[in-house]
């Protein structure tokens, strides 16, 4: 990663509609050979990709009765992600369903196999309908991911296969406005990784342009607090924002993390689990004293930050299993299920592959 990705120019969402019936798929064939065509992938890849999705809906219209929606997205990458999620009974047997040619009245069938065979990456996640009386999501999750270039075998492209890191971004605006306050910035040096994840003060074009044109400040500052610091200087003469700065190092081994204002980050480690809140205010308007958080990890952790329009009140036992996955089917997942619809939203998820 020699660049700063900034999410509002290389995490969008394309498309996003229900699953009802097969007309879903007219649409979304259109969609996906637009944006197959524009990423320069090539004609086999395309005609992957459009199998992949035709067996996304008709399991969707199948198992889980049409009550599903599917979305296509790009990531930095260039990449082309097929999310899928569907609100249906959920699947007893995952390893089992996934293999080709498997198929029973209660699972999604043969489709699963396929999935994984045509896609560059295939990542699944489902849960069963539980006694409990609390009200949880049940259902299945599907990402299909494409890379340009030539496909790999066993699903393990990725476009930086060198990286000790796995990176899930979730970026959408208020109703799916054209403008986002949310914003996430990624450098990765060696064997560090530093992010900047803001969330401008209200909504739309302005809280947008609150957080642009701060990519500089990751790889020059000294560390965290330092890039806290020059940000909060940055946003001295705007509306304001709220942010959560976060840097990985794989060689060490630590985690730090500094924020201000209101939104929340989670650590990850086998079965333990930290979460964190943040020092009340605004950057570039008052706030109180921000101090870093300094963690030290063995070989493997998720991070997550999000801004307030993820909803903090999940549990992490009402997702068996899945902080276990790949980092951007979570960051769908979350995105998808977990949303305040009346705020911007965004989720930076970060995997240590070390």
């Given at each position: 990663m020699s660049h700063v990705i900034d999410s509002i120019r290389e995490c969008k969402l394309v498309y996003n509609t229900a699953v009802k019936n097969e007309s879903a798929m007219i649409l979304l064939r259109s969609k996906l050979a637009a944006i197959s065509t524009r990423l320069g992938f090539s004609d086999l890849k395309r005609e992957n990709i459009a199998l992949v999705a035709s067996e996304i809906?008709?399991?969707?219209?199948?198992?889980?009765?049409?009550?599903?929606v599917i979305q296509i997205w790009q990531q930095p990458g260039p990449v082309l992600d097929i999310f899928a999620l569907?609100?249906?009974?959920?699947?007893?047997?995952?390893?089992?369903?996934?293999?080709?040619?498997?198929?029973?009245?209660?699972?999604?069938?043969?489709g699963l196999g396929s999935i994984h065979r045509l896609s560059d990456q295939a990542y699944l996640y489902s849960r069963q309908e539980g006694s409990s009386p609390v009200r949880r999501?049940?259902?299945?999750?599907?990402?299909a991911r494409f890379l340009p270039g030539a496909r790999s075998n066993g699903n393990t492209a990725s476009a930086d296969n060198n990286s000790p890191f796995?990176?899930?971004?979730?970026?959408?605006?208020?109703?799916d406005d054209r403008f986002c306050g949310d914003r996430v910035?990624?450098?990765?040096?060696?064997?560090?990784?530093?992010?900047?994840h803001l969330d401008?003060?209200?909504?739309?074009?302005?809280a947008e342009k609150t957080t642009a044109n701060l990519a500089g400040l990751l790889p020059r500052c000294a560390d965290p607090a330092a890039l806290l610091t020059s940000v909060d200087k940055e946003l001295h003469h705007t509306r304001g924002a709220v942010a959560i700065i976060g840097e990985v190092d794989i060689v060490a081994k630590s985690l730090e993390i500094v924020g201000v204002g209101d939104m929340h980050a989670h650590f990850f480690e086998q079965e333990a689990s930290h979460k964190y809140s943040f020092a009340p205010g605004v950057l570039g308007k008052e706030h109180k004293s921000a101090a870093s958080n300094i963690l030290k990890f063995n070989q493997h952790g998720l991070i997550i930050t999000a801004s307030d329009g993820i909803r903090r009140n999940w549990d992490s036992n009402n997702f068996p299993g899945l902080f276990h996955g790949h980092p951007q089917l979570i960051a769908y997942l979350l995105g998808n299920i977990m949303a305040r619809i009346s705020d911007d939203q965004s989720l930076c998820v970060v995997s240590l592959n070390h």
């Open positions: 809906v008709s399991n969707q219209i199948k198992y889980a009765e049409g009550k599903g569907d609100f249906g009974p959920g699947i007893p047997d995952l390893h089992a369903a996934e293999a080709d040619g498997f198929s029973t009245a209660n699972t999604l069938g043969k999501w049940n259902g299945t999750a599907v990402l796995d990176i899930g971004l979730y970026s959408r605006a208020l109703s910035y990624l450098h990765r040096e060696g064997a560090k990784l530093r992010w900047l401008g003060l209200g909504h739309g074009e302005e």
